[in-house]
């Protein structure tokens, strides 16, 4: 179900990826994923994100698993460019 990458952090009691092979997560996935998190009781959740457009069911989703106690780090900017990104924080 999930895709090929992901990260390994100790102590964890999930550990998913949802970025393609190219490095892209789209923002269904990462729906769902939050959701599945969510579901699962998952208390903190590191993300690295960056992006040049706003979703309101992306924010929808965080808001309800904030709200459902989850806590999300947060990076950006993962591109070299000058180009202005939006930020997760903006969620």
Same mark, same amino acid.
């Given at each position: 179900m999930w895709p090929r990458a992901a990260t390994i952090i100790w102590l964890s009691s999930i550990v998913a990826g949802v970025q393609d092979d190219d490095g892209q997560? %789209?923002?269904v996935d990462l729906i769902r994923a939050i959701e599945y998190m969510k579901e $699962?009781?998952?208390k903190?959740? %590191?993300m690295s994100l960056g992006g040049y457009s706003y979703d309101d069911n992306v924010h $929808?989703?965080?808001r309800?698993?904030?709200d459902a106690g989850m806590v999300f780090i947060a990076a950006s900017?993962?591109?070299d460019t000058n180009k202005r990104q939006l930020t997760?924080?903006?969620y």
């Open positions: 997560i %789209n923002d $699962k009781g998952v903190v959740v %590191n $929808k989703a965080l309800a698993a904030y900017g993962n591109e997760c924080c903006i």
